[in-house]
């Protein structure tokens, strides 16, 4: 039976889900759920569940399991994050020797591998300080091409075989002698050359593997962010032909390309995602107002990083877009970008109408370094802020990355969520995985427990924004909870005590008061134990069952 007939027969059962806790503002005390034609019927107490037993397909014994909506990553790079999953992955290396051994064993181990292919080497953990040489690589790997992205995606380092792959490398803008990772046009040149090495056959387990790892964490919706300077249009409808095939998280695709014909035809929901105005912080290409602190010790960076877009640009492709009925969006880090973006909407507004931009939804991707001003903006022109708690874990704090890059006053500013939920911003949670990996209730504890307090929120205002919030972004407001009439896109999890967060305090207290009328959720505080996914359910079609333990 192919995926489409299974989604097809799996809409037509009826099932019912009693004997646990449901999450859902419908009815905050309820423990049983049905589910009809790939859509939520009806949610309600124990008792009330007898009188559906006798007419449903399926009754499903929760055993106290806690059911809550799936969540909705709104940035990731699938089949990156199926390459991480299944391949070279240094994330966990402590030191540039370690990810030395790392890289010889992989491609000791893989022999026929034309070309390897690896992320997540973040040289500012490492107590050399400084990412493997040119002649390093080209030493562990026998004189085979190599790709291997820094963890935030916006430099690599590369063997001499993958230079010799792409003719006039050494012209481009970007390019650095063996010592330092290529950035800009020269590292967006090599991964061009790297993923066209790879065979559609290793590109489609990868992403097979990805959509499986997500469904695996609870998680029902993807939003791929591919582009002309991220993947291929091969990976891109390769993916979203993939995900129509086969059960798993569906995936909402946005191209990232000036030229909106283009991403209409490949079937994107909008021109959008990683539309470059700028680049990461890590790499030293977030284009900054004041330079970088640490600018001096990295020679060979811009001091205030790198413009890709300015506001005309910004203003002619929304203004594009919206007339188009597609999404616009862009990446944007820095408060240089930021606010070239701002501008530039502001601008599209002027010309289109401000009721015309904020019903399109346009989005901005990463928006970390924001002001008082900036936000009121976001507000005032229904911007979408698509943002990644985990980033603030990884690299926040006094000591952190983003102290390192900025020094502590402005790193203190960084991923300000309080401010943006204060002024009525839509917030959509995300990973950019493989730059953080899908971790979906790690990523609500991240904001929830932010390393600058003053921008946490609270637990139910995080698990919304990795929830309802990624519906929200893509223009659907009829989904992400467990309603009668919602899309059946659920997650069952085994959890400790459910906690109500008390209302005048977002972090600190708890309340477990049943008079509160709100759903609980598990207690996320660090160290407690998360939650375990064991039934991903997408439109009333199982994804994902865990084994038996």
């Known amino acids: 039976m192919s995926a489409?007939?299974?989604?097809?027969?799996?809409?037509?059962?009826?099932?019912?889900?009693?004997?646990?806790?449901?999450?859902?503002p419908a009815d905050p005390f309820a423990t049983a759920m049905v589910v009809e034609r790939g859509h939520v019927a009806w949610v309600g107490s124990e008792g009330a569940a007898d009188a559906f037993a006798s007419g449903v397909d399926e009754v499903v014994d929760l055993e106290g399991a806690l059911v809550t909506p799936a969540f909705v990553d709104a940035h990731v790079h699938t089949t990156a994050t199926g390459f991480a999953l299944t391949g070279l992955d240094l994330s966990s290396a402590a030191s540039l020797a370690e990810a030395a051994e790392m890289i010889r064993a992989h491609a000791a181990t893989h022999p026929a591998d034309r070309i390897l292919i690896g992320h997540g080497w973040d040289a500012s953990r490492w107590p050399e300080r400084r990412p493997l040489t040119r002649a390093e690589l080209d030493g562990l790997t026998g004189g085979r091409p190599l790709y291997l992205t820094r963890i935030d995606v916006h430099s690599a380092v590369v063997t001499t075989a993958l230079l010799d792959l792409v003719p006039g490398i050494r012209d481009l803008d970007g390019f650095h002698d063996g010592q330092r990772p290529l950035t800009g046009d020269a590292h967006h040149a090599v991964r061009a050359a790297a993923f066209a090495a790879v065979s559609p056959a290793q590109r489609t387990e990868a992403q097979r593997a990805a959509r499986s790892h997500a469904a695996s964490l609870g998680i029902g919706t993807l939003h791929e962010c591919g582009g002309p300077r991220i993947s291929s249009e091969e990976?891109?409808?390769?993916?979203?032909?993939?995900a129509r095939a086969e059960a798993g998280p569906r995936v909402v695709g946005y191209w990232a390309d000036l030229d909106i014909d283009r991403a209409r035809d490949l079937g994107a929901l909008g021109a959008a995602g990683d539309l470059f105005v700028d680049g990461s912080l890590g790499s030293h290409t977030a284009c900054l107002h004041e330079p970088?602190?640490?600018?001096?010790?990295?020679?060979g960076t811009a001091p205030?990083?790198?413009?890709?877009?300015?506001?005309?640009?910004?203003?002619?492709?929304?203004?594009?877009?919206?007339?188009?009925?597609?999404?616009?969006?862009?990446?944007?880090?820095?408060?240089?970008?930021?606010?070239?973006?701002?501008?530039?909407?502001?601008a599209a507004a002027e010309k289109l109408g401000l009721a015309r931009i904020r019903a399109a939804r346009h989005r901005v991707e990463h928006a970390e370094m924001l002001t008082p001003e900036t936000i009121a903006a976001f507000a005032e022109l229904g911007l979408t802020a698509s943002v990644q708690p985990a980033f603030d874990a990884l690299w926040g704090g006094e000591e952190g990355m983003y102290a390192d890059r900025l020094g502590v006053e402005r790193a203190g500013t960084l991923n300000p969520y309080a401010a943006l939920l204060r002024a009525g911003v839509p917030l959509a949670f995300g990973s950019d995985s493989p730059v953080t990996p899908l971790d979906p209730w790690?990523?609500?504890?991240?904001?929830?427990?932010?390393?600058?307090?003053?921008?946490?929120?609270?637990?139910?205002?995080?698990?919304?924004?990795?929830?309802?919030?990624?519906?929200?972004?893509?223009?659907?407001?009829?989904?992400?909870?467990?309603?009668?009439?919602?899309?059946?896109?659920?997650?069952?999890?085994?959890?400790?005590?459910?906690?109500?967060?008390?209302?005048?305090?977002?972090?600190?207290?708890?309340?477990?008061?049943?008079?509160?009328?709100t759903p609980g959720l598990?207690?996320?505080?660090?160290?407690?134990?998360?939650?375990?996914?064991?039934?991903?359910?997408?439109?009333?079609?199982?994804v994902f069952v865990r084994p038996n333990e």
């Open 4 to 24: 489409a007939s299974a989604a097809s027969a799996a809409e037509q059962r009826t099932v019912l889900l009693r004997g646990g806790e449901v999450h859902s």
């Open 235 to 242: 990976d891109f409808t390769g993916l979203l032909d993939l």
């Open 292 to 299: 970088y602190a640490d600018h001096a010790a990295h020679a």
């Open 304 to 346: 205030t990083g790198a413009a890709h877009l300015d506001a005309p640009t910004v203003a002619a492709h929304v203004v594009a877009c919206t007339e188009a009925g597609l999404q616009a969006g862009f990446h944007a880090i820095g408060d240089a970008a930021v606010a070239a973006v701002v501008e530039g909407v502001r």
């Open 442 to 517: 790690g990523t609500v504890r991240a904001a929830a427990f932010h390393r600058t307090p003053e921008h946490r929120i609270s637990v139910r205002a995080a698990f919304t924004a990795h929830t309802r919030g990624g519906w929200r972004a893509v223009g659907r407001d009829d989904a992400g909870t467990l309603v009668p009439g919602a899309p059946a896109d659920y997650a069952v999890w085994r959890t400790g005590e459910l906690l109500v967060q008390a209302p005048d305090d977002r972090v600190a207290r708890w309340s477990t008061d049943p008079r509160s009328g």
């Open 522 to 542: 598990p207690d996320l505080s660090p160290g407690a134990e998360l939650p375990v996914c064991l039934r991903t359910v997408v439109y009333g079609q199982t």
